[in-house]
T-cell receptor, first 114, second 111 residues
Framework: KAGVTQTPRYLIKTRGQQVTLSCSPI?????VSWYQQTPGQGLQFLFE???????NKGNFPGRFSGRQFSNSRSEMNVSTLELGDSALYLC?????????????FGEGSWLTVV | GDSVTQMEGPVTLSEEAFLTINCTYT??????LFWYVQYPGEGLQLLLK?????DKGSNKGFEATYRKETTSFHLEKGSVQVSDSAVYFC??????????FGQGTRLTINP
């Protein structure tokens, strides 16, 4: 059974550009969430989607956005990139997002902003 | 808001030593608790979980017990191996898919 797949794995962008990251959840999983991991702030929740609807959002500026498609695949977008956006972006999926469900993470997308 | 506090790292042990990584939480309700592990250059892997008080999660020789009275979920392993070297994260979840993580504890096991 395939795990959570994230693409691209590594990317380098310039300040002011935008970036789109993609996530394919485990088959049958309808809840997808995104996290940012940095050495200074640790792991922080970005947002969560279920059946194409955003149910929960973390404390990030509006430059960070996401969406989920009807096949449960998800994308997140960061516009007007800043140096501080350099991070590992992790996608996670679970069946319904309920607290009893196991949450599985992908390998992450390493974003470097120069 | 909800929060998780882990013992400061890094932690360095010799192979076959006993491991404890402390984790305490603050939450208004009754969260589910998790330990995740992150190997170098990789994403997070679920190590174990517990969904209610007094539950014990276990996997690969690691154990943690959900202690509601002390709001703790300490990770233990009786005999660590070099391959256990990684960063360990304690986390909780309440409501819809919003994990709250501790700051992580880097563990290094020397042969």
């Amino acid at each position: 059974k395939a795990g959570v797949t994230q693409t691209p794995r590594y990317l380098i962008k310039t300040r002011g550009q935008q970036v789109t990251l993609s996530c394919s959840p485990i088959s049958g999983h309808r809840s997808v969430s995104w996290y940012q991991q940095t050495p200074g702030q640790g792991l922080q929740f970005l947002f969560e989607y279920f059946s194409e609807t955003q149910r929960n959002k973390g404390n990030f500026p509006g430059r960070f956005s996401g969406r989920q498609f009807s096949n449960s695949r998800s994308e997140m977008n960061v516009s007007t990139l800043e140096l501080g956006d350099s991070a590992l972006y992790l996608c996670a999926s679970s069946r319904t997002g309920d607290r009893e469900n196991t949450i599985y993470f992908g390998e992450g997308s390493w974003l470097t902003v120069v | 808001g909800d929060s998780v506090t882990q013992m400061e790292g890094p932690v360095t042990l010799s192979e076959e030593a006993f491991l404890t990584i402390n984790c305490t939480y603050t939450a208004t309700g009754y969260p589910s608790l998790f330990w995740y592990v992150q190997y170098p250059g990789e994403g997070l892997q679920l190590l174990l979980k517990a969904t209610k008080a007094d539950d014990k999660g276990s996997n690969k020789g690691f154990e943690a017990t959900y202690r509601k009275e002390t709001t703790s979920f300490h990770l233990e392993k009786g005999s660590v191996q070099v391959s256990d070297s990684a960063v360990y994260f304690c986390a909780l979840i309440q409501g819809a898919q919003k994990l709250v993580f501790g700051q992580g504890t880097r563990l290094t096991i020397n042969p």
